[in-house]
């Protein structure tokens, strides 16, 4: 199978969806797939299978933004596009943006089956214009998104059940969803781990995730502020984006100690899972939260946030891991509470290793390319359908005028035309 993967967003993979689109490449062609990608990721110019076009210039301080959302813009290019869907059996696209847009066009044209995924909410645009709890800007992105792009696809991949029911409600359209958690990766499980010797003796909060407005790290820094064990708690934040900064300003004015800030590799993402006692997940917003299950699957205790925009506390045991959203007091309590209950803690945490909210990886892209498959069969059949409805349809019309000429040509010899001409005749045998 011929699979080209277009993503307006691809680079580092410092970002859950880069993360996600790089999973799948990577399974579709240990699958013996050939893969084709359309980004504008330079450095993988001249790389086989990739297809590159420009990234889009805002102007120095626009691409400063830009830069440290630690993504890349990408220019849709008609000839780099048509070059990378000429034979191919099918496309899937990861965000529905310019580039996406402009593939998604050039695939219908060919009549080449699209699936596409779902890996951006609403706030994850709207944060960036102040308008994230605008009701209206969040409903009318999604609009856009429908009426734009997501209407045309032939299947979509949602990542969990809450965003496909909340991106349909929103439109007051069904679609044709396909519901596939990213999955969490192999390496991620218990196993034993030191803490390095700054943190010895201290009891370790880990997060995962950009540091964007909706992840709401500063709800967490103004807990651990409350709480009664405030001087022996560590944070770390294992991430990187826009908003350090902000992070740094509350931390400050918080009084607390500085937290951990910084990318953490696979490798060691997976030892600081394995070393810290309580994973704390404050997001307001979160589509799936696969840095959460990474967390469960090593048997780390979660305390999530029960936002209404959060897919994420869906993961929690039960309410002793939920906090009030953005309620910095609610989340100093829990916080303390199970530093005060270790034997809980470990009770809680055999729970999460037992649980099966998470499911691997593996299995995840196995469901991707399925879907992939399933949907490129079913449009070949439906295709094939209606050639043959219009192919009957055809040999029909044709039958019918051979019979009307015939006919014609019986009466002309019968001498019963009611002209004085053969224009009749002439139209009849036009048909033949």
């Known amino acids: 199978m011929v699979v080209t993967v277009v993503a307006d967003v691809l680079g580092s993979e410092n970002n859950g969806t880069t993360v996600a689109c790089m999973n799948l490449i990577r399974f579709l062609k240990a699958r ?10 330079e450095e993988r110019r001249g790389e086989e299978g990739y297809y590159i076009v420009k990234k889009l210039s805002l102007g120095p301080a626009l691409n400063a933004v830009i830069r440290k959302n630690c993504v890349s813009i990408a220019i849709p290019d008609k000839k780099v596009i048509s070059e990378a869907l000429e034979g191919c059996d099918a496309v899937h696209i990861m965000t529905p943006f310019m ?6 066009r050039e695939a219908v044209k060919r009549n080449i089956p699209v699936t596409a995924g779902f890996h951006c909410q609403a706030e994850n645009l709207t944060s960036h214009l102040m308008l994230m709890n605008s ?7 999604y609009k856009n998104f429908y009426n734009g792009f997501y ?3 032939d299947a979509v991949h949602y990542p969990t059940q809450f965003i496909r029911d909340d991106f349909e409600k929103s439109v007051g359209h069904k679609t044709n969803g396909y519901v596939i958690s990213n999955g969490v990766n192999e390496v991620f499980e218990k196993k034993p781990a030191e803490k390095p010797p700054e943190l010895e003796g201290k009891f370790v909060i880990l997060f995962i995730g950009r540091y964007a407005r909706e992840k709401s790290h500063k709800v967490l820094v103004k807990a651990v502020a409350k709480s009664k064990y405030r001087d022996n708690i560590r944070l770390i934040f294992a991430g990187n984006g826009p908003r350090k900064r902000e992070i740094d300003a509350c931390v400050k ?18 030892e600081a899972i394995n070393y810290s006692d309580l994973y704390c997940h404050p997001a307001e917003i979160e589509l799936e939260g696969i840095a959460c299950l990474e967390a469960i699957s090593c048997g ?9 925009r959060c897919a994420t506390k869906y993961f929690a045991p039960d309410e002793k891991c939920i906090f009030k959203c953005n309620d910095s007091a609610d989340l100093a309590a829990k916080i303390d509470f199970w530093i005060e209950n270790p034997s809980l803690r470990e009770e809680y945490s055999a729970r999460c290793l037992a649980s099966g909210v998470s499911v691997k990886q593996s299995v995840c892209m196995e469901a991707m390319r399925k879907m992939i498959t399933e949907t490129a069969e079913a449009k070949k059949r439906r295709l094939s359908r209606e050639a043959g409805r219009y192919t009957l349809q055809s040999a029909a019309e044709r039958s019918a005028a051979l019979s009307e000429a015939a006919d014609l040509r019986e009466n002309s010899l019968n001498g019963v035309f009611a002209s004085s001409d053969d224009s009749e005749y002439e139209k009849s045998s036009l048909l033949q």
């Not at 580039?99 to 998604?104: E, G, K, Q």
């Not at 009701?135 to 992105?141: Q, Y």
């Open 300 to 308: 780390l205790v979660p305390v999530v946030s029960d936002s209404p």
């Open 253 to 270: 004015k918080a009084g607390i100690t500085p937290p951990v800030m910084e990318f953490f590799t696979r490798e060691r993402l997976l």
């Open 99 to 104: 580039l996406a847009r402009a593939a998604l």
């Open 32 to 41: 013996g797939d050939t893969v084709r990608v359309v980004c504008c990721d």
């Open 151 to 153: 209407k045309y696809v």
């Open 135 to 141: 009701k209206l800007a969040n409903k009318l992105v």
